[in-house]
């Protein structure tokens, strides 16, 4: 589905045509996973593959909308705190309800939107859904909010709406993607330094295992958790501010799931500190180092990942992969592999046959083109 595409369904559902485009898009993260919930940094890319809407004001106080790959309709008015009840509805319904809580001054609007970040696979479809619908209602509102204001729209719906709590990673880098380029955000002070993503001699791909990697209502809450209760424990406000001495000071009083826990993201602080200095000197393999570690921190302290996951880290590594995790929330969705080019066609063909054999279930290579921020398309 292309924006033309989209603009055209919009004529023909609303018979009518001006609707203004916007695309906002998925990410990848190089290392620094379940860091920013716990104020600490990320290494995220915007990616290629968008959330885009045809918007249009209707002068009414009614939203009405289509999504098409859902092939779904809905409408809510806005003046009604309770919205939609249908989790995918609520997105829509909360960014509208945050930028009026910000001082927008909406009214009601008609939009088609469609995309092709994939759903479920950890590349942060929602955020996306909710950075292209701030983009847009900022700007036909004339809203005035800044980028990092806007991301703030999407995590609190998140948060308020659809229940995850989740930290700012995922909208942020919707928000401020640029391509060719990663960012290293600290999520304590809201820094952010842009980093050009050139790999000489290495590609970055994606492994979707198809796993359905469902956030709401997942234990991903109850990671936050521990690491709020061993924040208190320890006297500092995030993770971020407290020190393996520290942590290890308190292990005897810590449930030994919550020491696992925080033990695995004061690592992963490390690890992208780790990385960003390797950066500079361009030590691929270095990076790809700290990825493997990163999973096996996942998988076997935080508890994020799964079967199918764990075997296509494995096949990586096997394969001589320089680099593999899995990447996102967790539980399922894709691994990240940073991959030399002379191996690159070798590990992707081989990758998906063992996994077929072994799975019975077929798994999807997705090339990493770093693409751009949320934006006006039309
Ligand atoms: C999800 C959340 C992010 C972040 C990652 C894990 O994508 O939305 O805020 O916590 O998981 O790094």
Same mark, same amino acid.
């Given at each position: 589905m292309d924006i033309q595409e989209i603009e055209k369904q919009f004529e023909q559902r609303f018979g009518y045509k001006g609707g203004v485009c916007f695309a906002a898009p998925g990410r990848i993260n190089l290392i620094g996973e379940h860091t920013d919930y716990n104020g600490g940094f990320v290494f995220p890319g915007a990616v290629q593959q968008c959330i885009m809407a045809c918007v249009c004001p209707n002068k009414t106080r009614k939203v009405r909308a289509y999504a098409l790959d859902l092939d779904g309709f809905f409408e809510f008015t806005i #003046?009604? *705190? &309770?919205?939609?009840?249908t989790t995918h509805w609520r997105y829509l319904f909360g960014v509208v309800r945050e930028m009026m809580a910000r001082g927008v001054e909406i009214t009601g609007f008609d939009a088609v939107y469609a995309g092709n970040?994939?759903? @479920?696979? @950890?590349? /942060?479809s929602s955020a996306a859904l909710e950075s292209c619908f701030a983009t847009a209602l900022n700007e036909l509102f004339d809203g005035g909010l800044d980028r990092m204001t806007l991301a703030r729209v999407g995590q609190d719906t998140e948060h308020k709406y659809v229940g995850v709590k989740c930290g700012i990673m995922d909208q942020f880098i919707s928000m401020h993607g640029k391509a060719g380029s990663l960012v290293r955000l600290d999520c304590r002070s809201g820094e952010y330094e842009y980093f050009p993503w050139d790999p000489i001699g290495y590609r970055l791909v994606l492994v979707n295992s198809c796993v359905k990697h469902i956030l709401?209502? /997942? *234990?991903y809450n109850d990671r936050r958790e521990s690491c709020e209760r061993v924040a208190e424990r320890a006297g500092v &406000?995030?993770?971020? #501010? %407290? /020190?393996r001495e520290r942590l290890e000071a308190l292990r005897p009083i810590l449930d030994p799931t919550d020491y696992r826990r925080a033990h695995y993201v004061l690592g992963e602080e490390a690890r992208v500190m780790a990385v960003s200095e390797a950066l500079k000197r361009g030590d691929y393999r270095e990076v790809g180092r700290q990825m493997y570690l990163t999973h096996e921190g996942l998988s076997k #302290?935080? &508890?994020? /990942? %799964?079967e199918e996951m764990d075997f296509l880290v494995d096949e990586a590594r096997r394969c001589g992969v320089t680099g593999s995790r899995i990447m996102g929330g967790g539980f399922g969705g894709c691994t990240i592999n940073l991959v030399s080019e002379e191996l690159y066609d070798a590990f992707v063909a081989e990758v998906a046959a063992n996994y077929k054999q072994r799975f019975d279930r077929e798994c999807k290579i997705i090339p990493v083109v770093i693409g751009d921020g949320a934006r006006r398309v039309n």
């Open positions: #003046d009604n *705190p &309770e919205g939609p009840k970040v994939p759903l @479920g696979a @950890g590349m /942060s709401v209502g /997942s *234990p &406000e995030t993770l971020r #501010d %407290c /020190s #302290d935080y &508890e994020v /990942s %799964c």
